[in-house]
């Protein structure tokens, strides 16, 4: 599985303020285990796609912008 595939997936179907239970359920929906999307939402604030205020709410960053084209979607 690629997990930068699958954030940006994710992401695309995504609006830009979110929570981190929908983050979670988006990546499930990429064929990801719950812990393995637990790891990628990790990875997508450390990478610089979401930020997380303290209320566990999610928003994209400009970086997440950039993939959230149908050119950037993983492919079936």
Known sequence: MNVDLAIR???????????DAHFLQAL???????QDARLALER??????????PSSV???LPKAAAVA???HLPQP
């Open 9 to 19: 997936g994710a992401l695309a179907s995504l609006p830009e303020i979110f929570s």
């Open 28 to 34: 499930q929906q990429h064929d990801m285990t719950a």
């Open 44 to 53: 997508a604030v450390m990478e610089g796609y979401v930020s997380r205020a």
């Open 58 to 60: 999610l928003s994209k």
């Open 69 to 71: 084209s149908p050119d």
